[in-house]
């Protein structure tokens, strides 16, 4: 299982959200590079990086950003927020990025995201599924839609959809925990999914019940940045349960 750190950005700043509430936000650094530079010298070889103004501003913000982290590091870097469009996702990815999370367009605009998946491929575009209760969030998890993530990942993954990164909103920064039941039931649903991990992970024990899950990653921030997981520890959990068909996001 790949264990992968993340940095969230608003105004240039790596930051944390509590619960998806933007007006709850904890900032760790002012300086994303440096952030990312410190991961891949800990030994992580993966990184998430969430535009969340760009998530909010229904663009892409801060593409500068992840150019950097892209030219400075050698980290597999995966995307998110606030693609919205073809070209705007080839300038992520001519940007560095080598993954590209859809979310909220996945709801609002199928069409073009299963023309991504046609055209890219689904080793690139990844299903972003956020969810509030049973529902699929969007617009920065500020909106809920009327989609339950049961026919939501369905129809996705009859489209050739296989990599998902899967958040629990409420959980999302709060150390709570995974969703355990949630991901339990994904993978019963769509066994054959890659299932990345985010929101609530507080331990390395938390960790290995998503190893233990099936889950092919997992998303960390808060616990990484509060020494709750250490790096040593993480990268030696990933480095045990590696294998050729684990790569993710």
Request: charged residues 20%; aromatic residues 6%; proline residues 4%.
């Amino acid at each position: 299982m790949t264990v992968i750190p993340a940095i969230d950005i608003i105004d240039g700043q790596v930051v944390r959200l509590a619960g998806g509430d933007y007006a709850q936000q904890t900032t760790y650094s002012s300086n994303p590079l440096e952030v990312a530079q410190q991961f891949e010298t800990d030994g992580y070889t993966h990184l998430h990086v969430v535009d969340l103004d760009g998530a909010k501003a229904s663009r892409v913000v801060n593409l500068p950003i992840l150019e950097s982290i892209c030219t400075h590091t050698g980290l597999h870097v995966d995307f998110g927020g606030g693609v919205k469009s073809t070209s705007e996702l080839e300038r992520v990815l001519g940007a560095g990025a080598q993954q590209v999370t859809a979310g909220s367009i996945a709801v609002k605009d199928p069409g073009t995201v299963l023309n991504w998946l046609e055209k890219f491929g689904p080793e690139v575009i990844i299903l972003g599924m956020d969810i509030r209760g049973s529902r699929i969030a969007v617009h920065g998890w500020q909106e809920k839609s009327a989609l339950d993530w049961p026919k939501f990942l369905a129809d996705y993954f009859r489209a050739g959809a296989r990599r998902v990164v899967c958040t629990d909103v409420a959980r999302d920064g709060m150390m709570s925990g995974p969703a355990e039941d949630l991901y339990r039931e994904i993978l019963e649903q769509q066994p054959e999914v890659s299932l990345v991990a985010s929101g609530g992970i507080r331990s390395l024990a938390d960790l290995e019940c998503c190893v233990e899950l099936g889950c092919a990653g997992a998303i960390v921030g808060k616990a990484i940045y509060e020494g709750q997981i250490l790096a040593r520890e993480a990268v030696a959990l990933q480095t045990r349960t590696e294998s050729p068909t684990a790569e993710t996001s």
